[in-house]
């Protein structure tokens, strides 16, 4: 079982920058897309940023611009770097990554989440 381990949020203040580091260890016959979510208190968890294997992006409307997602398939790592925070952005961030255990047989697996905070 593949396990996600994030990394690097914090406390920052309106317009700084941070990067989330999310780290999968254990067996897989490969990890297909690895994406980031947050969940704010009292909201649905909404994703952030999605990058494929083959690293294709996707990102939600309000953070184009400002926040960069990337990967290295070779440490299993996905980062998120993300600029011009605003308080809005403030929320528990989440890992996600699509797994397959085979070929054609997958799961989904998540990491603890990561705290963000963005004071004004």
């Known amino acids: 079982q593949v396990q996600l381990v994030e990394s690097g949020g914090g406390l920052v203040q309106a317009g700084g920058s941070l990067r989330l580091s999310c780290a999968a260890s254990?067996?897989?016959?490969?990890?297909?897309?690895m994406d980031w979510y947050r969940q704010a208190p009292g909201k649905q968890r909404e994703l952030v940023a999605g990058?494929?294997?083959?690293?294709?992006?996707n990102y939600a409307d309000s953070v184009k611009g400002r926040f960069t997602i990337s990967r290295d398939n070779a440490k299993n790592t996905v980062y998120l770097q993300m600029n011009s925070l605003k308080p809005e952005d403030t929320s528990a961030y989440y890992c996600h990554a699509e797994v397959a255990r085979m070929p054609g047989i997958f799961y989904n697996t998540w990491g603890q989440g990561t705290q963000v905070t963005v004071s004004s």
């Open positions: 990058i494929t294997e083959g690293g294709s992006t």
């Open positions: 254990g067996i897989a016959f490969s990890i297909n897309t």
